[in-house]
């Protein structure tokens, strides 16, 4: 089994900046042969995705969240990234990661959320 921890989520104001962080607790190997992503959820909403970072490096962003956001691995720290950028009230919810099944991996991994607030 594989634990997630997000952390870098807070309060900040509309056109702010915030970087979150999630730290994978697996093998190196199984780390880099992971494909990762970053959701959200905002109150009475269903959780989305906002991006997504593949082992190869493929990145994908949610129209909402494009030039804006920036999502980033580090396979030798074994944690991904979300720079978040020009942020808006629309952005607040609670950020997740999640390690996605794949062919190394037959079970999805979520971490525990941490909450973005943009606000004034």
């Known amino acids: 089994q594989v634990q997630l921890v997000e952390s870098g989520g807070g309060l900040v104001q509309p056109g702010g900046s915030l970087r979150l962080s999630c730290a994978a607790s697996?093998?190196?190997?199984?780390?880099?042969?992971?494909?990762m992503g970053w959701y959200r959820q905002a109150p009475g909403n269903q959780r989305e995705l906002v991006a997504s970072?593949?082992?190869?490096?493929?990145?994908y962003y949610a129209d909402s969240v494009k030039d804006r956001f920036t999502i980033s691995r580090d396979n030798g720290k074994r944690t991904v990234s979300l720079q978040m950028n020009r942020l808006k009230p629309e952005d607040t919810a609670v950020y997740y990661c999640?390690?996605?099944?794949?062919?190394?991996?037959?079970?999805?991994?979520w971490g525990q959320g941490t909450q973005v607030t943009v606000s004034s």
């Open positions: 970072i593949s082992r190869g490096g493929t990145t």
């Open positions: 999640k390690r996605e099944r794949g062919p190394f991996h037959s079970t999805e991994s």
């Open positions: 697996v093998s190196s190997f199984d780390f880099r042969v992971s494909d």
